[in-house]
């Protein structure tokens, strides 16, 4: 199977599960072997909206993580008010700096792709100055993406994993207590103090 093929059998397999509506749109709308975004607001979560790459599983993912040999696309999780329409959205796309999240996962997305930078759940992405200054965060943090459905975000395929992982916003003060403590025990902080994968851009930093 090609990889552009393999991008499109992870956006059937991740979309339908929760975005049925929006499948046509990635078939007519994507240059082959281009990297996008789909975002929409899914009918299953309506109190969400969901922004998610088609193409960095292009890239066989080869992360330390339990299972190394994988195909992977992300998603940021966002608040439904965050404004957004459905619809395609195409890399090199201008920005504005309500836009953040866009530049953040095109950025996540192109290191496997243009950097062979491989990476899984628990990893974090460093933000640069740009967006560290129009966001907040300093950095993302990899993980599963469990406000969507489990079902949806792993897919076994001709004896490789794919998977759906999500990217969570996490402060300087935050990234400094996983480069010491490890991610599970920051992961373990957020649960404590009610942190969930969805973006929330005045949230409590929980390490000030």
């Not at 929006?22 to 899914?42: C, D, Q």
Request: hydrophobic share 45%; aromatic share 6%.
């Amino acid at each position: 199977m090609e990889p552009d093929d393999v991008s499109l059998v992870l956006a059937r397999h991740f979309l339908g599960a929760f975005a049925p509506d929006e499948l046509p749109r990635i078939e007519a709308g994507r240059p082959e072997g281009h990297l996008n975004v789909i975002w929409f607001r899914s009918p299953k979560r309506d109190d969400v909206s969901v922004m998610m790459t088609v193409g960095m599983s292009a890239v066989l993912m080869k992360a330390p993580d339990p299972i190394p040999d994988r195909r992977a696309e992300i998603c940021l999780l966002l608040p439904a008010k965050w404004g957004v329409g459905p619809g395609l959205l195409e890399s090199g796309k201008k920005l504005d700096s309500r836009d953040w999240p866009i530049a953040a996962i095109f950025g996540a997305a192109r290191l496997p792709l243009e950097a062979s930078q491989a990476f899984g759940p628990g990893d974090v992405i460093v933000l640069d100055d740009d967006l560290k200054r129009e966001s907040g965060f300093a950095a993302l943090l990899v993980l599963p993406a469990v406000s969507l459905p489990e079902d949806a975000c792993e897919l076994k395929l001709d004896g490789v994993v794919f998977s759906l992982w999500t990217l969570v916003p996490i402060f300087e003060e935050e990234l400094e207590y996983k480069e010491r403590l490890g991610s599970a025990e920051l992961i373990e902080l957020f649960a404590k103090g009610g942190v969930t994968d969805v973006v929330a851009p005045n949230r409590k930093n929980q390490c000030k």
